[in-house]
């Protein structure tokens, strides 16, 4: 291998902004899951009130 292509091997970032924006993403999905399971009940009964209301008038 010559030293030049190993220079640009070395030098290619291609790569790292992959695995960057796979870990945004995977951040991203983590906060999303853990506010739906947060605010899963609570939106759910709030649904379920306004629901109700919505019938009884």
């Known amino acids: 291998m010559r030293v030049s ?11 790292a902004t992959l695995v ?3 870990l945004v993403v995977a951040l991203i999905a983590v906060l999303c899951i853990a506010a739906i399971s947060f ?3 609570k939106v759910s009964h709030l649904f379920s009130t306004i629901g109700s209301s919505v019938a009884a008038a």
């Open 5 to 15: 292509t190993l220079c640009a091997l070395i030098g290619d970032e291609e790569g």
């Open 39 to 41: 605010l899963g009940g």
């Open 20 to 22: 960057e924006y796979s």
